[in-house]
C-alpha cells in the first residue's frame, strides 16, 4: 500500500464549481498534514496546512480525520487559476521524527471557462 | 533572501558521465532534501539532511551521493548517469519544528 495516495485525477471543471480531493496514508504515527499546490513545471509551493479540527482559508477547507487516515482538501468557486496539481503531504515517522515528509502523487485539476 | 537557489536549472548528460546539482539556502534552514519527480509521479526523497555533517538515505539512493559540509549547501552528485535518472530534481529546505517545505525551482536532467 502506498503511504499516501491521492484520487488519480485529472478534474476538469467548469468556473464556479466546488471540487474536493481526497487523501488517505497508511503511517499513523504521521503526525502533521499538507496540501501543496504546483504548477505546471514549477516547484511545489504550501497551500494550507490541515489540523485536526479543520481549518479553512478563504474558498479552501482542508479536513482531517486521524481514525480513519484520511484527509481532503474542499475548493469552493473554483477560479481558472486554480488549475494546478494538489499534492497531500504527511510528515513524521514511527520513530517521531518531523523531518521525513511523504509526498501523494497528486491530483491534477483543470478549471474551465 | 533568495530562498532555495539550485543550478543548473537544465542539464543534458550523456550515459556514464558524472555531474553535481548545487543546492543553497540562506533562509537557516536545518532540514533539507533532495527530491526527483518523474511525469505522473510523485516527488521521491533521494537524500536528506537534518544538519551539517549528516545526511542519510530516502527511498531512491541509488546512483546518488550528497555532502552537507555547510547549512546553507547540499549538493547531489550523479555519478555514472543512466537513462534512468533522467528527471526533474527539486532541492528543498525547513526548519525544524514547521512543516513548510521551501522548493528550488528543479534542475531538469536528460541523460542520453
Known amino acids: 500500500r502506498k503511504e499516501v495516495e491521492q484520487d488519480p485525477g485529472p478534474f476538469n471543471v467548469p468556473e464556479g464549481a466546488t471540487v474536493a480531493f481526497n487523501c488517505t496514508y497508511s503511517n499513523s504515527a504521521s503526525q502533521s498534514f499538507f496540501w501543496y499546490r504546483q504548477d505546471c513545471r514549477k516547484e511545489p509551493k504550501l497551500l494550507m496546512s490541515v489540523y485536526s479540527s479543520g481549518n479553512e482559508d478563504g474558498r479552501f477547507t482542508a479536513q482531517l480525520n486521524r481514525a480513519s487516515q484520511y484527509i481532503s482538501l474542499l475548493i469552493r468557486d473554483s477560479k481558472l487559476s486554480d488549475s494546478a496539481t494538489y499534492l497531500c503531504?504527511?510528515?513524521?515517522?514511527?520513530?517521531?521524527?518531523?523531518?521525513?515528509?511523504?509526498f501523494g502523487k497528486g491530483t491534477l485539476l483543470t478549471v474551465n471557462p | 533572501n533568495a530562498g532555495v537557489t539550485q543550478t543548473p536549472k537544465f542539464r543534458i548528460l550523456k550515459i556514464g558521465q558524472s555531474m553535481t546539482l548545487q543546492c543553497a539556502q540562506d533562509?537557516?534552514?536545518?532540514?533539507m532534501y533532495w527530491y526527483r519527480q518523474d511525469p505522473g509521479m510523485g516527488l521521491k526523497l533521494i537524500y536528506y539532511?537534518?544538519?551539517?555533517?549528516?545526511?542519510d538515505k530516502g527511498e531512491v539512493p541509488n546512483g546518488y551521493n550528497v555532502s552537507r559540509s555547510t547549512t546553507e549547501d547540499f549538493p547531489l552528485r550523479l555519478e555514472l548517469a543512466a537513462p534512468s535518472q533522467t528527471s526533474v530534481y527539486f532541492c528543498?529546505?525547513?526548519?525544524?519544528?514547521?512543516?513548510?517545505?521551501?522548493f528550488g525551482e528543479g534542475s531538469r536532467l536528460t541523460v542520453l
Open positions: 539532511s537534518v544538519g551539517a555533517g549528516i545526511t
Open positions: 503531504v504527511a510528515e513524521g515517522d514511527s520513530g517521531g521524527s518531523n523531518y521525513k515528509l511523504t
Open positions: 533562509m537557516n534552514h536545518n532540514y
Open positions: 528543498a529546505s525547513k526548519q525544524a519544528g514547521t512543516g513548510e517545505l521551501f
